[in-house]
């Protein structure tokens, strides 16, 4: 297939075919990544990466979650024709993660809001998932060679995810403040979804050692769910994606099990081709950072040649759906509700799917390690 050729087959569902190749929509996705608001040039936060731009185009919050994702997002794109900006926006983000997370015991807001808001429950707490993306961004980042060593933030990310192992398991969270126990949602309850956390964790052994409990807790996680990888419950399809993601790195000799999720995960999918938010609520809400997630494990379960993994039409049809979701802003919508607002974490999962899935007949070979 011509990577720069219009998208020829139809969609799962009939969704109707975008007019540009996915390799032209990838493009105006990482032009708006590279150029727009998603980070921060100035004030306090400078460097830091919102997770969601309001209808004016200013963003909203500074997550640390999503600056991570930005630092691994810029390591998979590195060396091209932006590759002196993509280094600048690299600097930029670390010594942003350096002031904020350099110094033990300090734990900063989940969520750094930009303008006055009501009490966000989320600040109340500290997340394994976001520390460990953080991390993998920084690592990812020195091992794309767009920064300098990070061995000193590195040592205190790791004492950070220390304080997480209780009785050589995770906790998915830890309460720093209120009176009111935190409210049940799956990033509160902990589930296979920290698998992706724990195994970018794990794989931050490469560059320092970990603490001796923290590497067994993380062990210990991919190793909990790894045979029951095909038959886990599919809830919410994001944190379930989420957990394939986790496997494929931590465990690619379960790439069978993790292509028989993606297909009950699939088998869900709307007559318009999108994905729903929860799996036992077909008609309800959609997501669209979950079609992308969706098509890079389906990219990534092809390259290891995994039993049951997506066909042709399959990808040709998530990569459809998605591009149809890609607004007139050249950025992702998280759903239809938040047309009017960009996700940035989407747009990143969304921009890495399509260059993916554009660039797969040219040799590019995604691998777990790269996902964002």
């Excluded at 963003?59 to 810029?74: C, D, F, H, R």
């Excluded at 809001?113 to 966000?120: G, V």
């Excluded at 767009?146 to 061995?151: G, L, T």
Aim: net charge negative.
């Amino acid at each position: 297939m011509n990577p720069h050729a219009t998208l020829a087959s139809p969609a799962v569902g009939g969704a109707p075919i975008h007019p540009e190749s996915a390799n032209d929509v990838a493009a105006r996705l990482r032009a708006w990544l590279l150029h727009g608001p998603a980070q921060l040039r100035a004030g306090d936060q400078a460097g830091g990466v919102a997770g969601t731009i309001g209808a004016d185009g200013k963003p909203l919050y500074v997550y640390a979650e999503i600056t991570g994702y930005y630092l691994s997002w810029l390591a998979d794109i590195a060396g091209g024709d932006d590759d002196a900006l993509v280094r600048a926006c690299a600097q930029q983000a670390l010594d942003w993660a350096t002031r904020h997370f350099s110094t033990p015991g300090q734990m900063p807001s989940t969520r750094i809001h930009l303008t006055a808001s009501e009490p966000d429950w989320r600040n109340d707490a500290t997340f394994f998932f976001d520390l460990a993306m953080l991390l993998r961004g920084i690592d990812a980042a020195v091992e794309a060679g767009i920064v300098e060593s990070a061995d000193a933030l590195r040592r205190a990310l790791h004492e950070h995810l220390l304080q997480f192992v209780h009785d050589g398991a995770l906790l998915p969270a830890i309460q720093l403040r209120g009176t009111q126990p935190l409210p049940p949602r799956w990033s509160t309850l902990g589930g296979p979804f920290q698998v992706k956390a724990s195994s970018r964790v794990a794989w931050s052994a490469r560059h320092t050692a970990l603490p001796d409990a923290l590497a067994r807790a993380c062990t210990n996680e991919s190793e909990r769910w790894a045979m029951q990888a095909a038959d886990i419950d599919l809830g919410m399809l994001h944190p379930t994606l989420y957990f394939a993601e986790g496997l494929l790195l931590s465990r690619p000799d379960r790439a069978d099990a993790v292509a028989q999720l993606l297909r009950r995960c699939l088998a869900t999918t709307r007559a318009d081709g999108a994905l729903p938010e929860a799996a036992s609520e077909a008609d309800g809400k959609v997501r669209n950072d979950i079609l992308a997630q969706a098509l890079r494990v389906g990219l990534l379960l092809c390259e290891l040649d995994a039993a049951q993994a997506p066909g042709e039409v399959e990808l040709d049809g998530l990569a459809a759906t998605l591009m149809s979701r890609v607004t007139a802003r050249d950025s992702l919508p998280f759903n239809a509700d938040a047309a009017a607002q960009a996700n940035v974490w989407g747009t990143m999962f969304a921009e890495q799917a399509l260059r993916w899935y554009a660039n797969r007949a040219g040799g590019t070979r995604p691998t777990a390690a790269a996902l964002v």
